[in-house]
Nanobody, 125 residues
Framework: QVQLVESGGGLVQVGASLRLSCVHS??????SAWFRQAPGKEREFVAT????????FTSDSVKGRFTISKENAKNMVYLQMNSLKPEDTAVYYC????????????????????WGQGTQVTVSS
């Protein structure tokens, strides 16, 4: 049974940092990503990383503030979020796939087959 379980969300003030974690189980994955969905908005891509090699990239909206990383031995993917802003408030989802996804498709929701339940991040001003 494939499972992705996120943790690490919470309520923080502007400028604070949080680290989200996503533990994977049930199969081997090729790529994982973080997406987020703010109230009343569509889900949007945040960051993605390949399990082999570790190549990664983030969306322009979080570039320089958020970093995605992984720890293969623990089947963990992380999202380090620094300098948080109120507009970062959202439910953050971990997503993964075992398929070979080319870079140009890595920001698309449809590239990912497995999703976690989400973790709430609220940034208070």
């Amino acid at each position: 049974q494939v499972q992705l379980v996120e943790s690490g969300g919470g309520l923080v003030q502007v400028g604070a940092s949080l680290r989200l974690s996503c533990v994977h189980s049930g199969r081997i994955f090729s790529r994982s990503a973080w997406f987020r969905q703010a109230p009343g908005k569509e889900r949007e891509f945040v960051a993605t990383i390949r399990w082999s090699g570790g190549s990664a990239f983030t969306s322009d909206s979080v570039k320089g503030r958020f970093t995605i990383s992984k720890e293969n031995a623990k089947n963990m993917v992380y999202l380090q979020m620094n300098s948080l802003k109120p507009e970062d408030t959202a439910v953050y989802y971990c997503a993964s796939t075992g398929r070979g996804i080319i870079t140009s498709e890595a920001a698309r929701e449809t590239s990912y087959d497995y999703w976690g339940q989400g973790t709430q991040v609220t940034v208070s001003s």
